[in-house]
C-alpha cells in the first residue's frame, strides 16, 4: 500500500481521482468508478465529492510510480 493518496497519471479517465484510491487500496479502478457511479446515482452528492476530491488530492509527481 502506498504511503500517500495521489491522483492517478496513466489510469485517468478524467481526473484521475477513482484510480488514484484504487491504485492507494490497491483494488482494480473499476470497482472503485463503478461505486462512483452508484454513489452519484442515489442522491447526486457524488458529482460534488468527485469534484472536491479532485481539488484536494495532489497529482502524484513526476517520476514516482
Request: aromatic share 10%.
Amino acid at each position: 500500500m502506498n504511503d500517500r493518496l495521489y491522483k492517478s497519471n496513466q489510469n485517468k479517465i478524467i481526473d484521475g481521482v477513482c484510480a488514484g484510491i484504487a491504485e492507494y487500496f490497491g483494488i482494480d479502478p473499476t470497482l472503485i468508478r463503478l461505486g462512483w457511479v452508484l454513489f452519484c446515482a442515489m442522491g447526486g452528492s457524488g458529482f460534488l465529492a468527485y469534484i472536491i476530491a479532485a481539488i484536494i488530492i495532489p497529482r502524484r509527481p513526476e517520476g514516482e510510480i
